[in-house]
């Protein structure tokens, strides 16, 4: 039997550690496949249940993992064999930005006949240090039979909380296309912010999540500094490989938006695709109450969210208003909506110059980028 706390087969998976508030640290669990990743306070992540190497824990692991006793760590469960074919490394990649369309980009995109896109959303690969350790099973994820392949994780602009995706990315497809959907900074961070509460890994309120909003690893704001994320992908790929939209661009007009996609990824941009649902909507977020929360946690809450997205929808739908509530919109004061949008003017100052573009939500900050 292998031993579960192998030095040699666990890696240093603390991520990054803030220099403004140092309890405040991106962890990977040691034992996922895909890896869980978190960005909050120490104390906030250990009271969520996982174990912490910094705390004294012989490994990091978040709680459902800690049910399998003889789980091995990622680096040994996943060490494949080459698919028969090869496997494949993705040609295109959605690298974000959270809570920004990339749920309905993903699943638009894997109806085209040209391309298929991984089955699971959010694999995380390039965001894991360790990722070569899996390298096998990354490659076997993806079908066969189609000229592109490609995948989606939001994970992959969260630098600085997240680092290194981009020089990951560089070594392994320095060719692949890459996708960076974008909205008004401000509502994409309130609404990533539902969707941690909706996972169940954000406990605080709102109020005390938003107030640390200079903290470049506070993980709402730093997804939301856009130039910051696409300069860090600039230092690694030629700007004819990523395409930036507006998420704008994909609710109002569609059908144009995906013409315009498929001709980036250099596939026939005339193929007939149904834009007409959207999916992972803020509308459909609610969280667990009472034992389920507790089932969420557990080793079969695990298990049920390596279900592909739309099927665990279909599954879920006729049972989940039983056992669950609606997440409210956070509520944050005019001044607080006021500060957080001030906190996240001159990056889209610079998202500006650097893209050209001036959506919608850029009116919102035309007095702070005067």
Request: proline content about 8%.
């Amino acid at each position: 039997m292998l031993d579960l706390f192998s030095a040699e087969l666990l890696t240093v998976t603390l991520l990054s550690r803030s220099a403004i508030d140092p309890s405040m640290v991106s962890v990977a669990c040691d034992l996922c496949y895909l890896p869980l990743l978190i960005t909050n306070r120490e104390d906030v992540i250990a009271g969520l249940g996982w174990q912490l190497t910094s705390r004294g824990d012989a490994l990091d692991a978040c709680p459902p993992c800690q049910e399998l006793r003889s789980h091995l760590p990622r680096r040994a469960q996943c060490d494949d064999p080459l698919p028969a074919d090869g496997g494949r490394l993705p040609d295109l990649c959605v690298i974000g930005a959270a809570k920004s369309g990339t749920t309905s980009l993903h699943t638009y995109l894997n109806q085209h006949p040209e391309i298929g896109m991984a089955p699971l959303k959010e694999l995380r690969f390039f965001a894991d240090p360790d990722h070569a350790g899996w390298e096998n099973r990354y490659r076997g994820l993806f079908p066969s039979g189609k000229r592109l392949v490609g995948e989606s994780s939001t994970m992959y602009t969260r630098a600085p909380a997240l680092p290194g995706v981009a020089a990951r990315m560089r070594a392994m497809v320095p060719d692949v296309r890459l996708i960076y959907l974008v909205r008004d900074p401000a509502e994409r961070a309130l609404a990533s912010y539902v969707e941690e509460r909706y996972h169940g890994l954000e406990p605080r309120t709102a109020q005390e999540a938003f107030a640390d909003l200079e903290d470049p690893y506070n993980p709402y704001v730093s997804a939301s500094r856009y130039a910051e994320q696409l300069a860090d992908f600039l230092d690694h790929f030629p700007a004819e490989q990523i395409l930036v939209l507006p998420l704008e661009d994909l609710d109002h007009h569609p059908e144009q938006t995906m013409r315009r996609v498929f001709t980036f990824l250099g596939v026939d941009p005339a193929a007939p695709v149904d834009v007409s649902e959207r999916f992972n909507a803020r509308a459909e977020k609610r969280e667990l109450v009472g034992a389920a929360d507790s089932m969420r946690r557990s080793l079969l809450g695990r298990v049920y969210r390596r279900i592909p997205y739309e099927r665990r929808r279909r599954f879920s739908a006729a049972v989940r208003r039983v056992i669950t509530r609606r997440i409210e919109q956070p509520e944050l004061t005019e001044a607080q909506m006021e500060r957080l949008r001030d906190v996240l003017a001159p990056d889209a100052r610079r998202f500006q110059q650097m893209t050209g573009l001036t959506p919608e939500w850029m009116e919102r900050y035309a007095a702070a980028l005067r």
